[in-house]
Nanobody, 130 residues
Framework: QLQLVESGGGLVQPGESLRLSCTGS????????IGWFRQAPGKGREGVSC????????NYADSVKGRFTIIRDATKNTVYLQMNSLKPEDTAVYYC???????????????????????WGKGTLVTVSS
């Protein structure tokens, strides 16, 4: 069964950058769409970005467009979330999830219910504070 592990979180100052990694336990990860979600204290889980399988499209929440980039490295079974120009409101636990037939360019990519319950990582904490 595919397992996902997030890493790369930490404490940074506003304006700085972080790169999160979502690594899968098997190469089949490359056949899945990968979504990044985040959950701030006291708030619901929010879709941040998505990358389809097979060199498919990418999508981003309006709040991160132009600052975040999602990248897949198939040789490493890893999807990265490059986060630049971080803001305090980006503070959250970031999760990655996988779904085999999801089209990230279609409506619903940012809804956690579009992803199965089986493939969620445990999250990595990002704190943006001066």
């Amino acid at each position: 069964q595919l397992q996902l592990v997030e890493s790369g979180g930490g404490l940074v100052q506003p304006g700085e950058s972080l790169r999160l990694s979502c690594t899968g336990s098997a190469s089949i990860l490359n056949y899945y769409a990968i979504g990044w979600f985040r959950q701030a204290p006291g708030k619901g889980r929010e879709g941040v970005s998505c990358i389809s399988s097979n060199r498919g499209g990418t999508n981003y929440a309006d709040s991160v467009k132009g600052r975040f980039t999602i990248i897949r490295d198939a040789t490493k079974n890893t999807v990265y979330l490059q986060m630049n120009s971080l803001k305090p409101e980006d503070t959250a636990v970031y999760y990655c999830t996988a779904e085999p037939y999801l089209n990230c360019l279609r409506e619903g990519w940012d809804d956690q219910n579009s992803y199965g319950m089986d493939y969620w990582g445990k999250g990595t904490l990002v704190t943006v504070s001066s």
